[in-house]
């Protein structure tokens, strides 16, 4: 599926971020989950992705921070490598 390649690249060239440890996180979890993204996760990793990388980090560590909610399940997701 040519389309579906396309956007996990765009993807992964989103998740080239400044902190080395995000990039390799990120990576992985596009890697493992193309499935579930192409089942209807892309908007909201898109969507994370917007957030800078210091708000990404603290919110992998604590997902429960309350301006992470619209992410919670996902980052839960990112947390336990599923």
Partial sequence: MPELSTRIRKLKWLCRRGMK???????????ANSEFL??????????????????????????????AAPYQALLERMRHGS
């Fill in 21 to 31: 440890e995000l990039d390799v996180l990120l990576e992985r979890f596009i890697d």
């Fill in 38 to 67: 192409a089942q209807g996760g892309f908007p909201e990793l898109e969507a994370l992705l917007q957030n800078e990388d210091d708000v990404l980090w603290d919110w992998l560590q604590q997902p429960d921070r309350a301006l």
